[in-house]
């Protein structure tokens, strides 16, 4: 492989940093999600339509307040990447009291 392949891969897939995954030649969003179900092609849907069809996520392909481009949840509308955080942030607050 050669080295402009690599680096082109990183400009478009994000060095895993956390932040939004965008194409640098466009500076719009890929359709990879950073969260959930990393690496597919996810085909993007309203809320109302997933509500109608019935899956627990969908995808917007929009970056949600945090900078994240994930899956979100049907049932809130929150990032699949933001409540992974908040459910860790929780889980080491509760192991940090129970240390006490």
Avoid: W
Avoid at 19 to 48: F, K, N, Y
Avoid at 49 to 59: C, I, T
């Amino acid at each position: 492989m050669r080295t402009g392949n690599v680096v082109r891969a990183i400009e478009i897939f994000g060095n895993h940093a956390g932040g939004p995954l965008v194409d640098r030649q466009s500076e719009r969003p890929t359709l990879i999600a950073h969260g959930g179900r990393q690496g597919t092609d996810m085909q993007i849907i309203s809320r109302a339509e997933a509500k109608a069809k019935g899956p627990k996520r969908y995808f917007t392909g929009k970056p949600c307040k945090c900078g994240h481009v994930a899956e979100r949840q049907v049932l809130n509308a929150t990032c699949v990447d933001c409540q992974r955080a908040a459910n860790k942030k929780s889980r080491l607050k509760k192991s940090a009291a129970r240390r006490r």
